[in-house]
């Protein structure tokens, strides 16, 4: 299994333990993928997830460029357009897993950016 989806497995799992309900995974479209998309107390949550080995060249969370902010943001837009969700209130959240030698580091950002469609 790839370091990536193992990350990936392991957010799923820290997720569902925090109340999340995962709606999908791996959601893609032509602007981008979404890793998760979950609902949690009638918001829908569209979230990256970051996975690395160690934290030496930055952490996972810094991975998430103005770029695929855009990308991630124009897929949900066109996720909550198919669903018809433009009445749910939704938010970008970034999980990062570290998988260190000692065990796995888990990191959360709630509200982790704004929408960016330009």
Same mark, same amino acid.
């Given at each position: 299994?790839?370091?990536?989806?193992?990350?990936?497995?392991?957010?799923?799992?820290?997720?569902?333990?925090?109340?999340?309900?995962?709606?999908?995974?791996?959601?893609?479209?032509?602007?981008?993928?979404?890793?998760?998309?979950?609902?949690?107390?009638?918001?829908?949550?569209?979230?990256? *997830?970051?996975?690395?080995?160690?934290?030496? /060249?930055?952490?996972?969370?810094?991975? %998430?460029?103005?770029? $695929? &902010?855009?990308?991630?943001?124009?897929?949900?837009?066109?996720? *909550?357009?198919?669903?018809?969700?433009?009445? /749910?209130?939704?938010?970008?959240?970034? %999980?990062?897993?570290? $998988? &260190?030698?000692?065990?796995?580091?888990?990191?959360?950002?709630?509200?982790?950016?704004?929408?960016?469609?330009?």
């Amino acid at each position: 299994m790839s370091l990536g989806k193992w990350g990936e497995d392991t957010a799923v799992n820290y997720l569902r333990h925090a109340g999340f309900k995962i709606i999908t995974r791996n959601y893609q479209h032509i602007f981008g993928e979404i890793d998760i998309v979950a609902i949690k107390d009638g918001t829908y949550i569209f979230i990256e *997830v970051k996975t690395r080995r160690s934290v030496r /060249y930055g952490h996972p969370a810094e991975a %998430v460029t103005l770029r $695929k &902010k855009r990308q991630i943001s124009k897929a949900a837009l066109e996720y *909550v357009t198919r669903h018809q969700l433009s009445d /749910y209130p939704m938010r970008f959240d970034v %999980v990062s897993v570290i $998988k &260190k030698p000692e065990g796995t580091e888990i990191s959360h950002l709630e509200s982790a950016f704004d929408a960016i469609l330009y």
